[in-house]
């Protein structure tokens, strides 16, 4: 039972490139979501998603594009990478209700330069 | 808008010793949860304790315990006899329940670390 997958673990950029962050659950949660973690600013919330065909942006949404068309995936693509973009990506899920916690995946490390 | 704020960026404790960790809210919400997760070095996150709004017990797992002070939104973690593996992040988070977004608000954290 892996929970929540993300791949690539670690990723170099150079400016303008484009990529895809992948985040695969197996535990049939229809909620999913990207964060994004800088130092001294917590988590924040780039896209989210409630079920397969229904996307929706969050706190810092500017560059970033979501789609899920199955209920395991949720890929995050950066259209044209900007070093403001160097960060760490986490993909979470979680039960809809019930004041559940969120599960991670153990996160992406993306260097833009 | 509901806020998270962790106004200690950083924490030292003794090892043994039992350090609390503050963390306070802002919401128009009645029911809510509120989270506390540890992100070790090797940057997973790890969820530590959860605590139901409409709950007047205070949460407790093992070493962890909160103090919810509901009218306050204070929501402080406790860690007793502090071990060298509780070196981390610790973050405080809040979520509305149910709801069609489900959102996890984040505080900025606090780094502890634990002195031999």
């Known amino acids: 039972n892996a929970g929540v997958t993300q791949t690539p673990k670690f990723q170099v950029l150079k400016t303008g490139q484009s990529m895809t962050l992948q985040c695969a659950q197996d535990m049939n949660h229809e909620y999913m979501s990207w964060y994004r973690q800088d130092p001294g600013m917590g988590l924040r919330l780039i896209h989210y998603s409630v079920g397969a065909g229904i996307t929706d942006q969050g706190e810092v949404p500017n560059g970033y594009n979501v789609s899920r068309s199955t209920t395991e995936d949720f890929p995050l693509r950066l259209l044209s990478a900007a070093p403001s973009q160097t960060s760490v990506y986490f993909c979470?899920?979680?039960?809809?209700?019930?004041?559940?916690?969120?599960?991670f995946g153990s996160g992406t490390r993306l260097t833009v330069v | 808008a509901q806020t998270v704020t962790q106004s200690q960026p950083e924490m030292s404790v003794q090892e043994a010793e039992t350090v609390t960790l503050s963390c306070t809210y802002d919401t128009s919400e009645s029911d809510y949860y509120l989270f506390w997760y540890k992100q070790p070095p090797s940057r997973q996150m790890i969820l530590v304790i959860r605590q139901e709004a409409y709950k007047q017990q205070n949460a407790t797992e093992n070493r962890f315990s909160v103090n919810f002070q509901k009218a306050a939104k204070s929501f402080s973690l406790k860690i007793s006899d502090s071990q060298l593996g509780d070196a981390a992040m610790y973050f405080c988070?809040?979520?509305?329940?149910?709801?069609?977004?489900?959102?996890?608000?984040f505080g900025t954290g606090t780094l502890l670390a634990v002195q031999p």
């Open positions: 979470a899920t979680t039960r809809p209700a019930g004041g559940y916690g969120y599960t």
């Open positions: 988070a809040y979520r509305v329940d149910g709801g069609a977004t489900n959102k996890l608000i």
